[in-house]
Every structure is written in structure tokens, then in C-alpha cells.
């Protein structure tokens, strides 16, 4: 869905390549503070194998921006006065960030985004465990 007070840009919930395409094998160079991610979709069964319809899929991707590090940048959490306690997250971390946020590219056919270190909310442990239908309103 296209917003129009975005220009036409995509939301990151939007950005997102089917989960049986590989990772590329020879990544881009990521320069400086950025890290590279790639976003992971939102549930598509419930725990108890319920197929959940697409209506609310959107509903949850758009509560839910989430992706994998695939890269990070030789300079990321390099600054010590800003990440004292040093990294926030390393490859193959699962980290989510601003609905917003980040340079979108497609790199060998897979959906990429480009943001900077102190863009990542938070990190976890598995994206599935993130349940984010407790935010829906009926």
C-alpha cells in the first residue's frame, strides 16, 4: 500500500522478500555507522496453527518491524561516548526499529535495509516470540 503523504514510499512493514530466498552470498560493503538488515514478514499461523487471515497479517506488520542483521558497518558502535556499554547487536541478531527508518534497496532479488547503529530499538531473541496482536483494537 502506497502512502500518500510519503510520497508514494513504502513503510518498512512493506519491505519485505518471501523467507525462502536465500541471503546473498557476497554482501555489499556497509560503510561506517550502518547496519545492514534484513526485515523479516509477520506471522502467518497463530501458535495453535490457525492460518491468519491477511487483513490482520497487515495489521501486525504494520505494529511489527522487525529484521535480521545481516552486515555490520566498520565504524557501527565504535563511538564510546555514545555506546559505553559497547554493541547493541552483532550478525544474525534479530532487531526491531522505527516504522520509517532506513534506506531500502534490493541487492541479488532480496529486500535490504540500510539504517544507523543507534536506530535499533531493541533486540530479540526470535521474531516469532514478538506478539504483537495485544496492541489490536476491535
Same mark, same amino acid.
Given at each position: 500500500?502506497?502512502?500518500?503523504?510519503?510520497?508514494?514510499?513504502?513503510?518498512?512493514?512493506?519491505?519485505?522478500?518471501?523467507?525462502?530466498?536465500?541471503?546473498?552470498?557476497?554482501?555489499?560493503?556497509?560503510?561506517?555507522?550502518?547496519?545492514?538488515?534484513?526485515?523479516?514478514?509477520?506471522?502467518?499461523?497463530?501458535? !495453535?496453527?490457525?492460518?491468519?487471515?491477511?487483513?490482520?497479517?497487515?495489521? %501486525?506488520? &504494520?505494529?511489527?518491524? *522487525?529484521?535480521?542483521? @545481516? $552486515?555490520?558497518?566498520?565504524?557501527?558502535?565504535?563511538?564510546?561516548?555514545?555506546?559505553?556499554?559497547?554493541?547493541?547487536?552483532?550478525?544474525?541478531?534479530?532487531?526491531?526499529?522505527?516504522?520509517?527508518? !532506513?534506506?531500502?534497496?534490493?541487492?541479488?532479488?532480496?529486500?535490504?535495509? %540500510?539504517? &544507523?547503529?543507534?536506530? *535499533?530499538?531493541?533486540? @530479540? $531473541?526470535?521474531?516469532?516470540?514478538?506478539?504483537?496482536?495485544?496492541?489490536?483494537?476491535?
Amino acid at each position: 500500500m502506497m502512502n500518500p503523504h510519503l510520497g508514494g514510499a513504502k513503510t518498512n512493514d512493506e519491505w519485505i522478500s518471501e523467507e525462502e530466498i536465500e541471503d546473498p552470498k557476497e554482501l555489499p560493503h556497509v560503510p561506517g555507522f550502518h547496519l545492514l538488515i534484513r526485515p523479516v514478514s509477520a506471522k502467518k499461523k497463530s501458535k !495453535g496453527g490457525i492460518i491468519i487471515p491477511d487483513k490482520l497479517q497487515d495489521d %501486525l506488520s &504494520y505494529l511489527t518491524t *522487525v529484521g535480521r542483521v @545481516i $552486515k555490520v558497518g566498520d565504524l557501527a558502535y565504535g563511538d564510546q561516548s555514545k555506546f559505553p556499554t559497547g554493541h547493541w547487536c552483532k550478525e544474525g541478531d534479530y532487531v526491531c526499529y522505527g516504522k520509517l527508518t !532506513g534506506t531500502k534497496f534490493v541487492y541479488q532479488g532480496v529486500k535490504m535495509l %540500510l539504517i &544507523y547503529d543507534d536506530q *535499533v530499538l531493541m533486540t @530479540i $531473541k526470535d521474531p516469532a516470540l514478538l506478539d504483537t496482536s495485544i496492541n489490536l483494537v476491535a
